[in-house]
Each structure stands twice: as C-alpha cells, then as structure tokens.
C-alpha cells in the first residue's frame, strides 16, 4: 500500500509544471498591456514574465523620499508570485490517499485468514477509490487556479494605480526613463530639431546670398 500510494502521488507532482505554466501565461498578459500600452519595451530587453522581475529591478525601493515605493512593491510582489502544486493543491490531495496507508481508519479491512485473490481485491479497490476521490477533488479546483491569477492581477493593479501617491511616484520614475519609454516620440523631435537646424541653414545661406548680390550690385 505505501508503494501504491507513493507511485499514485508522485504523478501529481507534474501539477506544478501546469500551476506554473498557467501563472505565466497571465503574467504574459500583462506584459503584453506594458508593452502595448505603457510602451515598456524599451525598458529591458526581457519579455514574458521575466519582463515583470526587470521592471521591478528597475524602479527605485523610494521614488518620494522617505517612503517605501508602492509602484516597485506591486511590481515586486506580482514578479516573486508563484502557484505551486505543493502550496496549492498537495495537502487537499493528500486526504483522499489515506484508504492507501495501512492500519489507517480508512482502510479496507482484511479476513482474519486473507488469501493472496483478497489481498489484490482490496489493493484494487483502494486505489481505485483514491483515484477517484482525487479526481474529484482537482474537478473542485479547477476554477481555482484562474481566480488566484485573476485576484493576485487586481492586487498589482490596486498597487500601482490606486493606491495613494501612484501618480506622483508615476511621474517621477517615467520622467526619469523617458528616453526608453517614448522612444518613437523622441525620434520624432530629434527629427523635426534636425528639420528646423536645416531649415534655418538655407534661411542663413540665402540671406547671405542676397546680401552678397545687392553688395555686387552697388558695386
């Protein structure tokens, strides 16, 4: 029984691959919203979740002096956020493989003379019991997952949007990246700077121009 049970629990350990392939796809999600809207691409060159861990490394631990940034706590807690099989799921599991430890409660009690054809009944029918409370169980959780992702979401967004002083603290950490922030809008002025030097060069070269001629003409 304890081989049986260990082998039946060992496969749930490939949950935690799942739980964490799950979170980042939300977490890709928001990366996506940073990049698109918030123009954060050119913060790092990170992308995906690894995105988030950049950015959070990034802001400073004080933007308004003398208090903790909220902007970089909400940046920090949603970046260090994991779903794991062992914190998330494992104990609500693990109940349901008590039928599969011997002289527990919940097991099935044997003869007082048991054959071999008992003995691989009662093993059968223990496990099949275990799979099918454990089935049953991670049907329960199935919607967990998604709300853990969507609230942990909510809280990064109550963190640097709507708690107090975001704004301020806003202000000064993208003055401080605007170069890497509005890249396009840059370009744009250093285009139209490069537009007006030339502009005023032909001005000043025809100016001296028609000076010249009337100097030659009075002449």
């Not at 990034?58 to 909400?74: A, H, K, T, Y």
């Not at 003995?119 to 049907?139: D, P």
Request: with cysteine; charged share 25%; net charge negative.
């Amino acid at each position: 029984m304890n081989e049986i049970r260990a082998h039946l629990s060992q496969h749930f350990l490939s949950l935690d691959d799942g739980l964490k392939r799950s979170l980042d796809r939300v977490k890709s999600q928001v990366v996506e919203v940073l990049i698109e809207k918030g123009n954060f691409g050119g913060l790092t060159e990170a992308r995906g979740s690894e995105l988030i861990k950049a950015i959070a490394l990034l802001i400073p631990d004080e933007l308004i002096p003398g208090q903790p940034s909220r902007v970089n706590f909400g940046f920090q807690m949603l970046a260090e956020f994991e779903l794991s099989y062992r914190g998330f799921v494992q104990h609500r599991i693990r109940q349901h493989l008590d039928g599969l430890t011997p002289n527990d409660p919940a097991t099935l009690p044997l003869s007082n003379s048991p054959n071999a054809e008992q003995v691989l009944s009662n093993l059968k029918t223990a496990h099949a019991e275990a799979v099918y409370k454990c089935e049953n169980a991670l049907e329960d959780l199935l919607c967990e997952p998604s709300q853990t992702a969507f609230a942990i979401v909510e809280e990064f967004l109550d963190r640097i949007f709507r708690a107090a002083d975001v704004d301020s603290e806003w202000q000064i950490f993208l003055y401080d990246v605007r170069s890497h922030v509005w890249v396009e809008q840059f370009k744009q002025i250093g285009a139209q700077t490069q537009m007006r030097r030339e502009w005023l060069t032909s001005v000043e070269q025809a100016t001296a121009a028609n000076q010249s001629e009337l100097m030659q003409f009075l002449n």
